[in-house]
């Protein structure tokens, strides 16, 4: 008897039990949603011109050729993000969706005034992950970036993403930056954001002629130069050189090239397969001071000329001119931030950390303290491989 009054007790409570359960009270159809790739931000006269790129159903789904872009561009003029992205619906048949968004542009005229409302947008967003990239128009306006098809992808975003990840892993020309890391550098003391910046070189007239874009012998969309923040706000570019010696200087060099030349040993080209950077803060004459220590191995990949790498005290040339190199990219690095009195290295949260009592006298005027700040490089470039061949093949031709 009891036996059955607890089945038919496990019965009732099934039943109690699945009113609590919402199910997918809140789900939306793919066919109703319009899957936002990128988004850009411009300065107009009145507020913001807001540009987003999403996927275009028809041209990814058709399993013949057709002529039309992957993805479709939509502008909106206003001054709230979110209203923006809602009035959208007067133009699209779809609403945007965020959920794969991968890129963010901001023009530069839009930088000036400051990012973080659109920071603060996607930090409390619930349908925004925070793994999209973010970068700066170099020459030119977001909306005009968005509007550009580029060769290689068939979707410009995935094209922009790719470059940025890819450039940031193996070239170090540049700083791929995501939410949290731009975030962190824009609200902490002693330290200033960077952005990658992107331009468009010699642009098809027709931005969406696909047969145009055909007849570029290169991409119009490229990724080049770094913008340098203080606070929120853009104030300047550094170029190639520059960002690298930037990324020695911050450790943030994964993979790259580097190179010797000099008249007596012609041009060498090595790939860098390893670097670290030991940063430390020191007081000199009761003024704080920098000490970089950075460590470079390599690999020599090319070899123009006829100048002997077999040897060790040539080898030792080598990387001693490389070394200059490095030296020097982290010099016209540093001698260019400090133009703009912003330290993009976060030389200022290593004083913090070493010296917290001095740093609460300087925090406030740390932008003009950092201008006359002393930083010291010194670099240990060695040379692990020369290729098995070790001189080149046509050596012996030239003797």
């Known amino acids: 008897m009891k036996s059955k009054w607890k089945r038919i007790f496990a019965v009732l409570l099934s039943v109690v039990m699945c009113f609590n359960l919402c199910g997918c009270w809140n789900s939306r159809e793919l066919n109703t949603l319009a899957f936002v790739t990128s988004m850009g931000f411009d300065k107009t006269d ?17 399993q013949k050729t057709v002529n039309e872009t992957s993805v479709i561009v939509y502008t909106q003029e206003g001054k709230d993000i979110l209203e923006m992205l809602r009035r959208m619906i007067t133009q699209s048949p779809r609403k945007m ?5 991968q890129t963010v542009i901001f023009g530069e005229d839009f930088a000036k ?13 619930h349908q925004f992950r925070t793994d999209m ?13 968005l509007k550009t098809q580029t060769k290689l992808e068939t979707n410009p975003s995935n094209k922009l993403f790719s470059s940025l990840k890819s450039s940031d892993e193996i070239w170090a020309g540049n700083k791929a930056i995501k939410l949290i890391e731009l975030v962190n550098a824009i609200v902490s003391d002693g330290n200033n954001a960077a952005i990658t910046g992107v331009e468009l070189t010699n642009p098809p007239q027709d931005k969406d002629n696909i047969n145009a874009l055909q007849r570029m012998e290169e991409d119009p969309v490229v990724i080049k130069n770094l913008a340098v923040f203080n606070k929120d706000k853009f104030v300047g570019w550094i170029n190639e050189d520059e960002c690298k010696g930037y990324n020695y200087l911050t450790g943030n060099v994964s993979e790259t090239l580097g190179s010797a030349e000099s008249k007596e040993v012609g041009k060498i080209t090595m790939e860098v397969t390893h670097t670290d950077a030991k940063r430390r803060a020191a007081f000199v004459n009761g003024k704080p001071s920098i000490n970089v220590e950075i460590h470079v191995d390599a690999n020599i990949e090319n070899v123009t000329g006829t100048y002997d790498i077999t ?3 040539n080898l030792n040339k080598i990387e001693k ?17 400090k133009e703009y009195g912003c330290d993009i290295y976060g030389f200022g949260e290593l004083i913090h950390r070493t010296y917290p009592q001095y740093w609460k006298t300087v925090k406030n005027n740390w ?10 490089v010194k670099v240990d470039y060695k040379i692990l491989a020369t290729g098995p061949q070790g001189n080149p093949f046509f050596e012996k031709e030239n003797k």
Do not use: W
Not at 48 to 60: D, K, S
Not at 116 to 125: I, K
Not at 133 to 139: E, I, N, P
Not at 368 to 376: C, D, Q
């Open 113 to 125: 005034d400051g990012i973080s409302m659109v920071l603060d947008f996607f930090t409390r967003e």
């Open 367 to 376: 932008s003009e303290e950092f201008r006359n700040l002393p930083v010291s």
């Open 321 to 337: 001119l490389a070394a200059e190199k490095v030296e020097s990219q982290c010099l016209g690095s540093l001698i260019r931030t």
């Open 97 to 101: 969706n965020g959920t794969h968004l």
């Open 46 to 62: 009145t507020g913001i011109l807001m540009t987003v790129q999403v996927f275009n159903p028809r041209a990814i789904a058709s």
């Open 311 to 313: 040897k060790e005290e």
């Open 133 to 145: 990239y973010f970068a700066v128009a170099h020459g030119t306006t977001a909306n005009n970036i």
